[in-house]
């Protein structure tokens, strides 16, 4: 091999250690992406099953009272409360973050019915 040859080499070697070193920084903020979006989603999962307890609990304390002045009963009330903090109480999309605080069809039918 010539000195030519080397350092055809040698530059070739360097631009591929660099791309690889490019390639493990994108892979290194991707996954930082998601482990932040994975601890988001644990809170918010947290956030929604402490919702859902207190909900199921006020429940069953007014199960005798089914409908209120307001026409819906208590756990209606409740996922309606729980739809107006921004979360989908629809089946389709149930504990998801409303983007935006769309309303959502199929939340709506949920709590009011087919009215
Ligand atoms: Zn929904």
Do not use: P, W
């Amino acid at each position: 091999m010539d000195k030519k040859d080397l350092f055809d080499q040698i530059t070739e070697v360097t631009r591929n250690t660099e791309d690889l070193l490019n390639k493990l920084h994108e892979t290194q903020s991707a996954m930082t992406e998601i482990m932040e979006e994975n601890a988001e989603l644990k809170i918010e999962n947290q956030h929604l099953r402490a919702r859902l307890e207190q909900a199921t609990a006020n429940e069953h304390e007014n199960e005798h009272t089914k409908n209120t002045k307001h026409g819906l009963s208590k756990s209606l009330q409740n996922l309606e409360k729980l739809y107006a903090s921004g979360y989908h109480i629809c089946n389709e999309f149930f504990g998801k973050h409303r983007e935006g605080e769309e309303e959502c069809a199929f939340c709506l039918t949920v709590i009011y019915g087919d009215r």
